[in-house]
């Protein structure tokens, strides 16, 4: 969880498990601290309307070192055009929590580059996200439940985390607005894929503020997107998963 880039897997599941007779691929950047269990549920899901699940469990210090990201962007890209070239099919992206800052947006970036898969994007969802890329960025990351798995972490160790988190934040400080802007900026060229945006959120999030997602929402709208926007109420951050698979 703590060093760079990052794995993929393709994760088979439901009505549509065999690779070969999928309708689509959902490429799933997962929040810091899931495990394969926790995305089950999803993969099922998916599985059941006929898509595929690539599934890319990302690492905490992509978020400062986003060069660390971009191998595994092109590891992913690459799994992506092998798998349009055996069947053309569509495209869509779902992150959660920091899964666009950790990786997606490099993945954008390589992609508008290369210009290799993007007549198979069709979408985006986002859960829980995107959060602010803002200074205190890591301690908030590194001290919150759903990263540490612990309702409370213990005193100690949030010493430890607030320690490397804070000089983390502090030696990147000057870097942090040219990195927002540039990440802001990379999520909202999407839309020149003419593609649909779902956005999943909860109105008590604590680390991806209402109000931060509405307005992307919002921006994306202004720009001409095509956006449906879902809010629930009271849940917590990447909690949606126990509310929203039915």
């Not at 660390?68 to 779902?94: D, R, T, W």
């Amino acid at each position: 969880m703590w060093g760079f880039g990052g794995r993929y897997y393709w994760g088979l599941g439901g009505g549509g498990g065999d690779r070969e007779k999928a309708g689509g691929v959902v490429v799933v950047f997962v929040w810091m601290s899931s495990q394969e269990r926790h995305l089950t549920s999803y993969v099922q899901l998916y599985g059941s309307l006929g898509w595929n699940s690539l599934v890319c469990h990302l690492q905490f210090l992509n978020m400062f070192f986003s060069d660390k990201a971009e191998p595994l962007a092109l590891e992913v890209l690459g799994a992506l055009i092998k798998e349009v070239k055996i069947q053309p099919c569509p495209v869509v992206f779902a992150s959660f929590s920091e899964g666009p800052k950790a990786c997606m947006y490099k993945l954008i970036q390589v992609n508008h580059s290369n210009l290799l898969v993007c007549p198979a994007y069709c979408g985006y969802i986002f859960n829980s996200c995107p959060v602010d890329f803002t200074s205190d960025l890591g301690s908030r990351f590194a001290l919150h439940p759903s990263v540490m798995n612990i309702s409370k972490p213990p005193r100690l160790a949030s010493g430890i985390v607030n320690g490397i988190a804070s000089g983390l934040d502090a030696l990147f400080l000057s870097r942090f607005e040219s990195q927002r802007a540039e990440y802001w900026q990379t999520l909202y060229s999407s839309i020149g894929m003419r593609v649909l945006y779902l956005i999943l959120c909860t109105d008590s999030d604590d680390l991806a503020p209402y109000h931060v997602i509405c307005n992307f929402a919002q921006r994306l709208q202004d720009l001409g997107a095509d956006v449906k926007s879902i809010t629930w109420k009271g849940s917590s951050h990447v909690g949606l998963y126990s509310v929203c698979i039915i």
